[in-house]
């Protein structure tokens, strides 16, 4: 349960984050930073939310090493990645090494976390879930 807990957790500090940027976009009407708002907003809020509830749901598959090692790559990945992508919106081609790197990190996290999902999350589960 402690992975999915984290993953909530900072899924709701990039829902602050992604809301944030959207205003302050929206104030200082300078919107380069769209693609990386809307990444945040996605990858970011909505995406580790739905790996946090996931992992709750189902405590096999969110206590095992797979989580963990999901919860690391993509944690680790994902700022780098967003931090890339900024700066090349801004103009700024200086840190596309993390551009070529980290996205990639982030894709092999998702590959362990559908790995997790298809060999600990069980119909029986489902169905236990449902009757609760």
Known sequence: MKTGVSFLKIAALYFLIGVGMGLT???????????????????GWVSMAIFGLIYILFPKAGESTL???HFWLYNIS??????GLSFLLLGDSSLMILLRIFPNILVLSVLIFTINVFMNVRVDDVKKLLRQ
Request: proline share 4%.
């Open 25 to 43: 976009m929206e104030i200082i009407q300078d919107h380069r930073l769209a693609g990386a708002h809307a990444h945040i907003n996605l990858i």
């Open 67 to 69: 989580a963990k090692v």
């Open 78 to 83: 994902f700022p780098l990645f967003m931090l």
